[in-house]
């Protein structure tokens, strides 16, 4: 593997170097996925919408809301992470090379690292984290580290497979065998959560490990396609496919959206269909099988269609503000979890299940935004973001 330490454009122009070998499109897309993330999140947060009985409150706007959210992010942003994640291992790699320090012990006090911060968000703040469950796939990418590029694609291909053949059988199996959901306990189970995410801080911690607990199992099965998504990373990080975008690769990146966007979404309208209706709860899964078989082309189909429309030279400076969040992404991240903890929780407002998602998603554009502003004023200030240099002074085994 080389690092391309200049790219050269059509103009045969030398762009200024990036900081450190950052590549701006792995920036820029992380910036772009942090929206995406928030947006799901969110949703999880703030809880289903009840009335002050603890009764649920049904509303068009909340459900055309939660609808699109279903259809248009579910599925998609988490393995636009992961497969970021995966590129820029290889750039890791290549950075320890440069420096002259073996490789191994870097990269497993980063995964060890990444795997206590995720305990930590996961029982205090948020019990959908995946940085846990990425410390512990970090240690198998290490693993593979010298797959080949086709290797790499054809394994991530068969375990993308995998994973929807797992959630297909077992959707299959629920809607032939189970009942019908029943009214009364699904508001008993809404009654619950809600006492637990209003009462005090050691009730919401609480909470957050039951549900840990209870989720070990779907992320062995959805740890499969983060794992796909690193692979895929990989294999692009070893073709150093971000680090040109706008040359060579622009006519495929166009291919990529025309084929991908009809059938990403055509998989994503049933996945929401399914799981928000008029399907019942119990095509929950087979609705997942569908969406994690079609994500990765609409995923595809977003980050090209973004790296394409950012590309002019009127919108650059728009890349510029993805790109300065995507480097804060760790800390954004977390913030996200410890605003919407402090509004939803018993840590601050306790307002769970007060609002529908037509009220929350306003709320996530507004957090999002302010996210871009204070990135902008933190990068001109200091080099790192706080968990961005907790992360890296734990690889480094030095301050950064």
């Given at each position: 593997m080389r690092f391309p330490p200049r790219v050269r454009t059509h103009s045969g122009a030398e762009p200024a170097p990036r900081p450190e070998g950052r590549i701006r499109d792995v920036d820029v897309l992380r910036g772009f996925a942090?929206?995406?993330?928030l947006l799901v999140n969110a949703r999880a947060m703030a809880g289903p919408h009840v009335d002050p009985a603890g009764g649920p409150v049904v509303s068009r706007p909340d459900e055309v809301a939660a609808w699109l959210v279903t259809a248009l992010v579910s599925a998609k942003f988490y393995l636009l992470f992961?497969?970021?994640f995966g590129y820029s291992f290889t750039l890791q790699r290549l950075s320890a090379a440069r420096a002259g320090a073996p490789f191994a012990p870097r990269h497993l006090r980063r995964s060890s690292c990444l795997f206590f911060l995720g305990l930590a968000h996961g029982f205090l703040l948020f019990a959908g984290d995946v940085l846990a469950v990425y410390g512990v796939l970090s240690l198998v990418l290490f693993a593979l580290r010298d797959i080949a590029p086709r290797t790499a694609l054809r394994a991530a291909a068969w375990l993308v497979v995998a994973t929807a053949g797992a959630l297909l059988a077992w959707g299959l199996l629920t809607v032939a065998l189970a009942e019908p959901?029943?009214?009364?306990?699904?508001?008993?189970?809404?009654?619950?959560?809600?006492a637990a995410y209003r009462g005090d801080p050691a009730a919401v911690v609480r909470t957050n490990a039951r549900w840990l607990r209870d989720s070990l199992g779907w992320n062995v099965v959805?740890?499969?396609?983060?794992?796909?998504?690193?692979?895929?990373?990989?294999?692009?990080g070893r073709r150093e496919l971000l680090a040109e975008t706008c040359g060579r690769y622009r006519a495929r990146m166009a291919q990529i959206v025309v084929l991908g966007l009809p059938v990403g979404l055509a998989g994503s309208v049933f996945m929401a269909f399914c799981r928000n209706g008029p399907l019942d709860a119990r095509w929950y899964d087979i609705g997942s099988a569908v969406g994690v078989l079609t994500a990765p082309?609409?995923?595809?189909?977003?980050?090209?269609?973004?790296?394409?429309?950012?590309?002019?030279r009127p919108r650059r400076?728009?890349?510029a503000v993805l790109a300065g969040a995507g480097r804060l992404s760790l800390t954004h991240y977390l913030t996200q979890s410890l605003v919407m903890a402090l509004v939803f929780t018993g840590?601050?407002?306790g307002w769970y299940g007060r609002y529908g998602t037509a009220a929350v998603l306003p709320g996530c554009l507004a957090l999002y935004a302010a996210q871009l502003a204070a990135g902008r004023w933190l990068l001109r200030r200091f080099r790192y973001g706080p968990a961005e240099w907790l992360l890296?002074?734990?690889?480094?085994?030095?301050?950064?």
């Open positions: 942090l929206l995406g993330i992961s497969f970021l959901p029943r009214g009364q306990n699904t508001a008993t189970a809404v009654h619950d959560a809600v959805y740890g499969a396609d983060m794992l796909a998504a690193f692979l895929a990373g990989l294999a692009a082309a609409l995923t595809a189909a977003y980050a090209c269609a973004l790296l394409l429309v950012l590309s002019a400076r728009v890349a840590y601050g407002l890296r002074a734990a690889t480094l085994a030095k301050r950064p």
